[in-house]
């Protein structure tokens, strides 16, 4: 008999459990399982499914009809859009501002300026998020051109998909990359040091990223989605996205 009652426990268990799907820009995958962890104490009885991608990508599959309850992009163009085209049932929403970081496997001399450390013969390959479908990628072309080193170098940029396949290229292949200040706060990446292998860039060289977050309509009335919209929006998500190099006021 008891364990007839625990095998209707657990049956009903799966019953209630619910699952939503977020698609989450790349420079997020660092906080994201931390993020799930924090909103699972309360709401224990819903999984969230994370798709990983470049804001532009992941905007392109939404509007094609990929099921997704929420996006979390790497700023404000994209969910923009999808508002006003009517596959958003809000404006978007931000929830942090991501910065950028150079970095390098290699230990490099952090106290040049911008022009003389990238123009250096040794930086033969720089890695960089694409600007047409990543949000860091067109920051760093930003910052770049106002640092005024841009055409000098652009013959060396290695282009990646996302921020994130940004920092592999930076830590196996390239010399140097641009990458966002987030993923250098990840379990993987604790070796690699402030001013020896990375280094915050200046603020004032680029637009701060703005990354905001919508409700597509899918989600219109899942209590599960909006109770991770607002989740994401609290006090508790603000002090994982500090905890991971963004700025959350």
Do not use: C, R
């Not at 290229?169 to 020896?196: C, H, P, R």
């Amino acid at each position: 008999m008891n364990k007839l009652i625990i095998v209707m426990v657990l049956l009903g268990l799966n019953l209630n459990a619910k699952t939503i799907t977020v698609a989450v820009a790349a420079n997020v995958s660092y906080a994201i399982e931390e993020l799930i962890k924090e909103f699972n104490v309360k709401n224990p009885d819903t999984k969230v499914n994370v798709t990983l991608g470049s804001s532009g990508k992941l905007t392109a599959q939404i509007t094609h009809g990929a099921p997704y309850d929420l996006f979390m992009a790497a700023n404000m163009k994209y969910p923009q859009s999808l508002y006003d085209n009517a596959y958003a049932i809000n404006k978007p929403v931000i929830y942090a501002k991501g910065s950028l970081a150079f970095f390098s496997s290699k230990n490099l001399d952090y106290s040049k300026d911008i022009k003389t450390l990238l123009e250096d013969e040794g930086i033969k390959q720089i890695a960089i998020a694409n600007p047409k479908t990543a949000p860091y990628g067109k920051a760093s072309f930003e910052a770049l051109k106002n640092a005024k080193v841009f055409n000098n170098i652009k013959s060396k940029f290695v282009f990646a998909e996302s921020i994130s396949q940004t920092i592999s290229y930076a830590v196996t292949a390239t010399d140097i990359g641009m990458v966002a200040k987030s993923s250098l706060y990840s379990s993987k990446m604790t070796q690699y040091k402030e001013n020896i292998n990375w280094k915050e860039v200046d603020a004032k060289l680029y637009t701060p990223i703005n990354q905001g977050i919508v409700i597509l309509k899918k989600a219109k009335n899942d209590k599960e989605a909006l109770a991770f919209y607002d989740f994401i929006l609290g006090k508790k998500a603000k002090a994982i996205f500090e905890k991971y190099g963004y700025l959350v006021k």
